[in-house]
């Protein structure tokens, strides 16, 4: 509908322009010694952190992908029409490959929101996942965690 | 010191923790330290999550150094360390990173970057029993 007139045009911005190279930051400021033997690293067509979250029931998510710093948005809208409502959340973790404390502080987020409307539920957590939340305690927390094999 | 095997930077942003972990994965495996990915993994993530966070730096790199049956990584920037609470508390939402990289790793330090002198040094390292 709202095409541009001009194709040819519309074609030409379309074309990416290659920037593989950084070069801000001034690495002659810096006090590392070992500075100057880094290679950049970065490449700026990299998507973001890799995850989504599917609303697999009325009240059960499934996370997917990788959950850190650069998803844990993406995680919290995830719960929050879940959160608008009463009762238990259910969140499946089976396909969830990385959780790091950005995903901890989302399930005890929610957990908190959820406080005396429900409990939380995490079920299928794969075992360095799984390992991650028993260090940070969240089943001291009244999060209820069960493997994935049968409820 | 020792020998620079694999070193690379990053600009600080959350979207590249992926890119890294990535990258780290791939040097853990080609030293045949397949066995501490993933805790390795994480670690390197809440160093870089906390060098994004607090530190005000300009890039972050990462470098990996196979010393024997150890693999050192380290997580370097030009910024300023702010203190984090070292115990956090149960419920609370922040901090938590710095725990869980020192519980699943053999050997963590920290050299602080101030004020006057910037630059943070994380070093993790696991070892083969």
Redesign the interface.
């Known amino acids: 509908m709202n095409a541009p007139r001009d194709d040819r045009l519309h074609l030409t911005r379309q074309i990416p322009i290659p920037k593989m190279v ?1 070069t ?2 001034d690495r002659s ?4 010694p ?2 100057n ?7 700026p067509h ?5 995850f989504h979250v599917e609303r697999t029931e009325d009240r059960t998510v499934r996370f997917v992908g ?1 959950l ?3 998803s ?1 948005e993406i995680a919290v809208a995830g719960l929050e029409p879940l959160l608008a409502g009463d009762g238990d959340i259910e969140v499946e973790l089976a396909d969830l490959t ?1 959780m ?3 995903g ?2 989302v399930l ?2 929610c957990r ?1 929101e959820l406080e005396g409307r429900g409990r939380l539920l995490l079920r299928g957590a794969n075992p ?1 996942v799984a ?2 939340l028993e ?3 969240l089943q ?2 009244g999060v209820r965690i069960e493997d994935g094999s049968d409820g | 010191m020792a020998d620079v095997r694999s070193a690379r930077s990053f600009p600080p942003e959350a979207r590249v923790l992926s890119e890294i972990r990535r990258y780290v994965g791939s040097e853990i495996e080609r030293h045949s330290f397949r066995s501490f990915k993933d805790d390795l993994l994480l670690a390197v993530t809440e160093a870089c999550s906390n060098a994004i966070r607090h530190s005000g730096t300009q890039e972050i790199r990462v470098a990996i150094f196979p010393v024997g049956s150890c693999l050192e990584i380290t997580v370097s920037d030009d910024g300023v360390y702010r203190p984090l609470v070292p115990a956090p508390e149960l419920d609370g939402e922040g901090h938590r990173g710095i725990h869980l990289m020192a519980a699943v790793v053999d050997d963590f330090s920290l050299h602080q970057g101030t004020p006057s002198r910037p630059g943070t040094t994380v070093s993790l390292v696991k070892c083969k029993s």
């Open positions: 950084q801000n930051g400021q810096t006090s590392d070992l500075a033997a880094f290679t950049r690293g970065h490449n990299v998507p973001a952190t890799p990788e850190d710093l650069g844990f990385f790091d404390s950005s901890i502080r005890v987020k908190r360095h390992k991650i260090i940070a305690g001291d927390l």
